[in-house]
């Protein structure tokens, strides 16, 4: 599997990155092949936050705040391990791919181990895959479908992006600043046959809890369909889940979330652009506390747009982009925004290392009512490493 498989898990199997070398790769004895490839990444980062701010519950908090701190960024150190075989004319696989992290969380002085970091090993990864010319079955935990092409594109993946002052996990990139995390879950998946032009996946998932709804008697669905011609990338998703509040008699209500987006590339630059709606799906983690309130489910919808630019043999990327994510009662009133202007160089010093500098300004505002905007800026400095 190549290194860049990383990056889409890091993130999915089997996607394609900027990091060009090649994972190791060993042929067994049975014919089946194993793969092991990863990064490693640090970045040195300052946060300064305001203090007139006095909205509640954005992902920039109010007062004032500012901090230096090292940590990694929106994607994890990654170790995965592949393997893949053939049996007759069905194509198994499996994979595991664990996500330590290099900090202590909170500006900690002494790190034993997990006990009082942040950095547990986060096993994000453990699933099989089954395929053969009908397509593939994935089965296991790994990335959602629903919303999970925009932070394949999300240039803060190589980055730092928004987020507090010494996290104790990943940063969140542009994560509840444009688009919900789709987050990795277990599940059995159907992708349609590769190397065609129009794709869909479609997913049963473990249910999640979203406000009062704690029952859940089947399981969540989620979507994916996409086009590729060209240079042009057009996706579409979506994802729905019924559950109750009480095992005996209790109402359900269905949470739904809707999203879509295009991607432009070519060898210089890149355009991306995406957008969704959910009811009761929550705004920055899927679903939680904040899919529901005392008249019902909520409302979320956001978007964000990016512009990457790379000159003519040149080994760096400059980038930018705008986007937020909203968060709306039931009832209409009352509508929390989170905002997020990102600008990076990202430049690829040799085929497997990777220098970032970025800047992150950040704001979260909650209207009507006279409050006023909590806004932060975070700078950073990293190197990542794929081997």
């Known amino acids: ?32 092949t194993f793969g092991f490839a990863g990064n490693v990444n640090i970045f040195a980062q300052y946060q300064s936050q305001s203090s007139s701010g006095n909205t509640p519950a954005g992902i920039v908090g109010p007062g004032k705040a500012q901090g230096f701190y090292y940590g990694t960024g929106l994607l994890p150190s990654f170790a995965t391990f592949t393997a893949k075989g053939k049996e007759g004319n ?3 696989g499996i994979q595991f ?5 290099v900090q202590c969380g909170g500006n900690n002085h002494d790190c034993f181990g997990t006990q009082f970091s942040g950095a547990s090993i986060d ?7 089954v395929g053969g010319s009908w397509g593939t079955i994935l089965a296991g935990r790994e990335l959602g479908v629903f919303q999970r092409q925009n932070i394949l594109n999300d240039q803060t993946l190589f980055g730092v992006g928004g987020g507090g002052i010494a996290p104790r996990g990943t940063t969140l990139g542009r ?9 990795f879950e277990p599940q059995f998946t159907y992708t349609s046959p590769s190397g065609r032009p129009g794709s869909i996946s479609i997913g049963l998932f473990d249910p999640s809890n979203f406000g009062t709804r704690v029952v859940h008697n089947i399981p969540r669905v989620e979507a994916e369909a996409s086009y590729k011609s060209g240079n042009v990338l057009l996706f579409a998703s979506g994802t729905a889940q019924n559950s109750k509040d009480s095992p005996s008699g209790g109402s359900s209500k269905t949470a739904y979330g809707v999203a879509g987006g295009a991607t432009y590339k070519t060898g210089t630059f890149s355009l991306h ?8 799906t929550g705004t920055t983690l899927m679903f939680g506390p904040a899919g529901e309130d005392a008249g019902g489910l909520t409302k979320s919808f956001g978007f964000f747009g990016q512009l990457t630019f790379t000159p003519a043999n040149s080994k760096t990327t400059f980038a930018g982009s705008y986007g937020s994510s909203y968060l709306k009662g039931s009832s209409g009133s009352g509508k929390l925004e989170n905002t997020l202007i990102s600008a990076g160089i990202y430049h690829q010093a040799t085929k497997s290392l990777k220098v970032v500098a ?21 700078g950073a400095f990293g190197l990542m490493l794929f081997y």
């Open 90 to 92: 069905t194509d198994l």
């Open 175 to 183: 994560i509840g600043f444009g688009y919900i995390y789709p987050n």
């Open 358 to 378: 970025e800047g992150d300004y950040m704001w979260s505002k909650l209207t009507p009512g006279g409050f006023k905007k909590n806004k932060a800026f975070t």
């Open 273 to 280: 652009g995406s957008g969704y709606y959910g009811r009761g």
């Open 97 to 101: 791919g664990f996500a330590p992290q």
């Open 1 to 32: 599997m190549k290194r860049s498989a990383l990056l889409f898990g890091a993130l999915m199997l089997g996607a394609a990155s900027g990091a060009n070398a090649q994972a190791l790769t060993m042929q067994m004895s049975n014919g089946w």
């Open 123 to 129: 096993m994000r990864q453990v699933f099989m895959t």
